[in-house]
């Protein structure tokens, strides 16, 4: 079992920068690729970044690629995703999510979840 508590979400302008952090409990998460998810008002919760074991190995949905980057402490069980050159369709809830499998965007196949943090960035 494992359980994820995001933090770092607010409010940023246009073009600012945020890092989010998620913190995990239990003593396995280095056994866990972790994700990061986004769900904005009224939209399906989307992909954005994937992350391996050990944190070699990187995934990113095409919308955040070269912007977003997503890293990991298994030292202090937390992954981080840091976010620059934010835009308006940035706004969203961003949540973290761990799965034993391997790198995935498919949300489905993730099988804990953190409570999620707001993220908006006003124009």
């Known amino acids: 079992q494992v359980q994820l508590v995001e933090s770092g979400g607010g409010l940023v302008q246009v073009g600012g920068s945020l890092r989010l952090s998620c913190a995990a409990s239990g003593r396995t998460f280095s056994n866990y690729v972790m994700g990061w998810f986004r769900q904005a008002p009224g939209k399906e919760r989307e992909f954005v970044a994937a992350?391996?074991?050990?944190?070699?190995?990187?995934y990113y949905a095409d919308s955040v690629k070269g912007r977003f980057t997503v890293s990991r402490d298994n030292a202090k069980k937390t992954v981080y995703l840091q976010m620059n050159s934010l835009k308006p369709e940035d706004t969203a809830i961003y949540y973290c999510?761990?799965?034993?499998?391997?790198?995935?965007?498919?949300?489905?196949?993730?099988?804990?979840w953190g409570q999620g943090t707001q993220v908006t960035v006003s124009s």
């Open positions: 999510a761990a799965n034993r499998g391997t790198m995935q965007r498919s949300r489905d196949l993730y099988d804990f």
């Open positions: 992350i391996s074991l050990g944190g070699s190995a990187t």
